[in-house]
């Protein structure tokens, strides 16, 4: 397979988990920042914290408020990693790799481009946002659903596979650094079971988690159980452990991925570190934090192995 090809199939599946992966991260904040007592005030420039956009945000804003947020993690053309941005680069990669996937996703993401671009504005508008956003992660599934159904499941498939894993690990551990910092920024006197239980369940709900967490779990929702699960659970699909599995039997399965596979261990085995996750604190941030860039590093692996520049 022509590592140009390979790289277009791999950064396809990484920018449409991303364009779900925003919806539903500005779509759940939303919910929570509802759900919340009104004495409990969160920022969402935290969403630009978490993304590590601080920089980009910056030069283009100088207000940090709702509006803006949602507009440069939505719509902004400028900011790579928007909704739309991203929307667009999927539709890209698939133009010039269209012998690699099927027709009908590449008319579905056509039509989702389409949808988006003259819709965009009700992302913005707080009064039609979480309508407008339902309908991209419906999109979204709906294209990814098609793909596993009727896309060939050899290297092409493997390389999208990747992708998407390595896209979903690293925001799932955003959306856990999202909780964290939120429980973090809660007042003392809201520093209790009650406001905590109302983050985590958003961060549950954020990754469709919930019912399994509970199922799983057999205990209330607590960051003690949640981050744990979300972290090291080996079965549920958003969990980074199951990411981590899925990419290294990818990556088994091509030339060249023993470098990404014992890099991808070296990281399972740090996910199994004793760690206090029941007690909120500025480690459990670093730990995140270091996942993130670990995570990162599988990519520059990745594309050293199979994505060479001519």
């Not at 140009?4 to 919910?31: D, G, H, M, P």
């Not at 988006?116 to 979480?130: A, N, Y």
């Not at 949640?226 to 452990?241: E, G």
């Amino acid at each position: 397979m022509l590592s140009r090809v390979a790289e277009r199939v791999y950064w396809t599946a990484r920018y449409l988990e991303r364009v779900a992966s925003t919806a539903r991260l500005v779509s759940i904040y939303q919910s929570l920042l509802f759900d919340l007592p009104t004495t409990i005030k969160q920022s969402w420039y935290n969403l630009i914290v978490i993304n590590d956009l601080e920089e980009a945000f910056g030069e283009r804003y100088s207000q940090r408020n709702e509006r803006n947020v949602v507009k440069f993690l939505l719509a902004d053309p400028e900011n790579p990693s928007s909704l739309l941005s991203s929307l667009k680069a999927v539709r890209e990669n698939v133009r010039t790799t269209r012998d690699a996937v099927p027709e009908e996703a590449w008319e579905m993401i056509c039509e989702m481009c389409l949808f988006v671009q003259e819709h965009i504005d009700q992302g913005i508008d707080r009064r039609t946002r979480h309508e407008f956003l339902e309908e991209v992660i419906k999109g979204c599934l709906q294209i990814n659903g098609l793909l596993y159904s009727t896309m060939p499941h050899d290297e092409s498939w493997d390389f999208f596979t990747i992708g998407s894993h390595l896209e979903r690990g690293d925001m799932t551990s955003r959306y856990l650094e999202a909780g964290l910092t939120a429980v973090l920024e809660l007042p003392d006197d809201d520093f209790n079971p009650s406001g905590q239980q109302i983050i985590w369940g958003s961060v549950l709900r954020s990754l469709n988690a919930t019912q399994y967490y509970l199922h799983t779990t057999r205990t209330p929702v607590k960051g003690g159980e949640v981050m744990p699960y979300l972290l090291r659970d080996p079965v549920f699909p958003k969990s980074v452990a199951y990411c981590l599995q899925v990419i290294m039997n990818s990556c088994a399965q091509l030339p060249n991925g023993k470098a990404a596979i014992k890099k991808l261990k070296d990281i399972e085995a740090k996910l199994n570190d004793e760690l206090d996750f029941y007690e909120p604190s500025e480690e459990l941030l670093q730990f995140l934090n270091h996942l993130q860039i670990s995570l990162t590093s599988i990519h520059f692996i990745i594309n050293e192995a199979w994505f060479p520049e001519d």
